[in-house]
């Protein structure tokens, strides 16, 4: 079993393999495990795609199989993984950050409350809202 | 801290959410929210997600946002200033002088939440977006892989795996030794002290190590002390 982790959350994939540097899901898994799918024009994430390198598709495609980690490397993303390669990281590039940021549109989360209840900033919309942060430490 | 104002303001459209940047989980954070009480939504943020996201350094910091969901004000300090750098650290206490810049500090920020949450965009302290923008602290690179190393940290402690997850704890503090978000959790995760609190030699070492400098900008607020960095605008 295979976890990786996004901005989209925590999935456990058991058809990822992975080898060294490189983490290989077939490609019907991609959607569930990282947000993207496979098109004819690239790897898609809803209307973005992004084509992939000519000169190098066996770097990124193999057998059905999509080598996420090396697509991630492409798009300027930080990977991460454990030691047994069990556990992937893959992250966010400080210009996803920044661009969202310089947007102004205050980025979107869902946390728990005490009691497990989730709520997101989206619901609080039509209230002007004081984000604050706190930590018993 | 927030609950007087917000029972005061119950009438406008204004709420808080604070987010507790707490890896340990609800049951840590759970005494200091029934000690607070607070009628406003307190979040459970384990992985510090809200910290990335918003490019936060330390608690407090908030951001303001409108009722259409855009940043009014990015992340700031709320409430923490280089005044309490003068804290004793044995008691905690603040010197007379340090005090009185503390109360100045806090009832500054406090008026300005509050004209706020009653005007919206009509406040003064509500930014335009060019001003927005200007008060941004935009991440790096080093940035981007330190909450990457953190989260991976973070949850292969979770899964048992406290040897390898505290490396990648420490590597996120190296990557980005200016935030006590990350190098305060981990020393928390890794010992839980008997107050609870994550301030050791080495953290007061790293704080000495500041020297004259500022851990924080101020807020750019009118009447913020100037003695702890406001400056007037022109």
């Known amino acids: ?17 992975a080898a060294g540097e490189d983490l290989w899901l077939p490609a019907a898994d991609l959607p569930r495990a990282s947000g993207w799918t496979l098109k004819p024009e690239g790897l898609c994430q809803g209307e973005m795609c992004v084509p992939l390198p000519r000169a190098a598709t066996e770097r990124y495609l193999a057998d059905g ?7 991630w490397r492409l798009l300027g993303r930080p990977v991460l993984h454990d030691t047994s ?9 400080a210009s996803d950050r920044g661009r969202a940021l310089c947007t102004l549109e205050a980025p979107d989360f869902t946390l728990p409350d005490i009691d497990g209840n989730l709520h997101s900033l989206s619901d609080y919309r039509g209230k002007r809202v004081f984000l604050t942060t706190w930590s018993s430490w | 801290m927030w609950q007087a104002l917000y029972a005061e303001l119950a009438q406008e459209d204004f709420i808080v959410i604070a987010v507790a940047e707490e890896s340990r989980g609800a049951e840590t954070a759970r005494e200091w929210i029934e000690l607070a009480r607070p009628t406003y ?5 384990r992985e510090h997600h809200v910290a990335d996201l918003y490019n936060m350094v330390n608690v407090p910091q908030a951001v303001w946002i409108d009722e259409q969901g855009r940043i009014v004000r990015p992340s700031e300090t709320a409430g923490s200033h280089d005044a309490w750098r003068s804290r004793d650290r044995a008691s905690g206490t603040l010197p007379e002088s340090a005090l009185a810049l503390a109360a100045q500090a806090k009832r500054t920020y406090v008026e300005a939440v509050r004209d706020w949450a009653q005007h919206g965009a009509r406040s003064r302290h509500a930014f335009t977006p060019e ?16 909450n990457a190393h953190f989260r991976l940290g973070y949850h292969l402690r979770a899964a048992g795996n406290v040897t390898e997850g505290d ?3 420490q590597l996120a503090a190296d990557l980005r030794p200016d935030s006590w978000n990350i190098y305060r959790q981990a020393m928390n995760l890794r010992e839980l002290g008997p107050t609870g ?15 004259s400098g500022r851990y924080y900008p101020p807020p750019d607020l009118e009447g913020f002390p100037t003695e702890l960095g406001f400056a007037p605008r022109e």
Do not use: C, E, Y
């Not at chain 1, 199989?65 to 697509?71: D, G, H, I, W, Y």
């Not at chain 1, 390669?85 to 590039?93: E, F, I, K, P, V």
């Not at chain 2, 939504?41 to 943020?45: A, G, Q």
């Open chain 2, 131 to 146: 001003q927005a923008r200007a008060h941004l602290a935009l991440p790096d690179d080093k940035v981007a892989l330190a």
């Open chain 2, 41 to 45: 939504p307190v979040l459970i943020d």
């Open chain 1, 1 to 17: 079993m295979t976890t990786i982790l996004t901005d989209a959350g925590v999935s456990s994939v058991d058809t990822a393999r």
């Open chain 2, 167 to 169: 490396v990648h704890l």
């Open chain 2, 197 to 211: 609190l994550a301030a050791d030699d080495d953290f007061f070492a790293r704080v000495d190590a500041l020297g």
């Open chain 1, 65 to 71: 199989a999509v080598n996420l980690a090396a697509f």
């Open chain 1, 85 to 93: 390669g069990s556990t992937w990281m893959l992250g966010a590039a």
